[in-house]
């Protein structure tokens, strides 16, 4: 079966700081992989996903994200941290017959101190 | 933009009672899907359906189920809720196996 492991529970950056957020997935064929962010009592908003191609894929708010194969990592990158980016961060592998459902990774919180 | 919308963002019920929680999409997407969230456990899929009148478990689907009678719609039951059913609840759609979108979410409460 398909699963999402996000080994940080808690992450602790300074405002500036560069930021990698874990993500390890386990599924048998090519992933549908995505990176979601939740702002305090919100819904999820996606920031960016992976179908296929270019394994360093793009995202808002100045995110990125790296797919490793051979290590089974879909990581989380941003250069340089805001405070508004202090959130919950939840990696997801699509699954079933059609990949139209998601596993989600159990969550990062991200702090950021001034 | 997409919008996907909650009957509610607070509700406390009393255990035993009858609980409906209702979302509503406006992108006429064909999946639609109900997920619990708890602290430390991330977002467990409930119920979801692909289409009008059809529905497929998730990973935890005991003590729920689910409506879908029109393509906008997807409602979530509790036919006699439990202390334990007190979570966020989360609803999203979406197109073919693409992106899922995400309601605000529902606080339920139950006491």
């Known amino acids: 079966a398909q699963s999402v492991t996000q080994p940080d529970i808690h992450i602790t950056v300074s405002e500036g700081a560069s930021l990698e957020l874990r993500c390890n997935y386990s599924y048998g064929a090519t992933p549908y992989l995505f990176w979601y962010v939740q702002s305090p009592g919100q819904g999820l908003q996606l920031l960016l996903k992976y179908f296929s191609g270019d394994t360093l894929v793009q995202g808002i708010k100045g995110f990125e994200a790296e797919f490793k194969r051979s290590q089974s990592s879909f990581n989380l990158r941003k250069p340089s941290v805001h405070w508004s980016d202090a959130a919950e961060y939840f990696c997801?592998?699509?699954?079933?017959?059609?990949?139209?459902?998601?596993?989600f990774g159990a969550g990062t919180i991200l702090r950021v101190k001034s | 933009d997409v919008k996907v919308t909650q009957s509610s963002r607070y509700l406390v019920k009393r255990t035993g009672e009858k609980v409906f929680l209702e979302c509503v999409q406006d992108?006429?997407?064909?999946?639609m899907f109900w997920y619990r969230q708890d602290p430390g456990l991330g977002l467990r899929l409930i119920y979801f359906?692909?289409?009008?009148?059809?529905?497929e478990k998730g990973d935890i689907p005991e003590g729920y189920s689910v409506s879908r009678e029109k393509k906008e719609r997807f409602s979530l039951i509790l036919e006699s809720a439990s202390t334990n059913q007190t979570s966020m609840y989360l609803c999203?759609?979406?197109?073919?196996?693409?992106?899922?979108?995400f309601g605000p979410g529902t606080r339920l409460t139950v006491l």
């Open positions: 359906s692909y289409d009008v009148k059809m529905k």
């Open positions: 997801a592998v699509g699954a079933g017959e059609y990949g139209n459902k998601l596993v």
């Open positions: 992108m006429d997407h064909e999946n």
């Open positions: 999203a759609s979406s197109f073919r196996n693409n992106e899922q979108f």
